[in-house]
């Protein structure tokens, strides 16, 4: 089965837990998949580029059609991010 993909916009500041659902047409739960996340800040259009902001991807977790990540953003004010994932089932 190929790798899938897909991403997310955030928007917050300090550490958090996101909870990304699976879209439905991917039919596949991760519990046993590998799972890589990237991040990257997004500009006032949308656009990834390299701010001041440094992000962290601090741990990665599959659960039932779902995926866990703890980000760092390390700024003091929100900013607008991406998380773009790659699954492997």
């Not at 500009?43 to 039932?64: M, R």
């Amino acid at each position: 089965m190929p790798p899938f993909f897909f991403s997310a916009v955030q928007t917050f500041n300090g550490v958090q837990i996101v909870n990304i659902d699976l879209p439905a047409s991917f039919g596949v739960t991760p519990l046993h998949s590998n799972i890589l996340v990237a991040a990257t800040q997004l500009d006032g259009t949308g656009a990834p580029f390299i701010g001041d902001p440094s992000i962290e991807i601090l741990n990665v977790a599959p659960f039932e059609n779902a995926v866990q990540v703890r980000v760092n953003v390390l700024w003091n004010s929100p900013i607008e991010f991406r998380l773009a994932f790659v699954i492997w089932p």
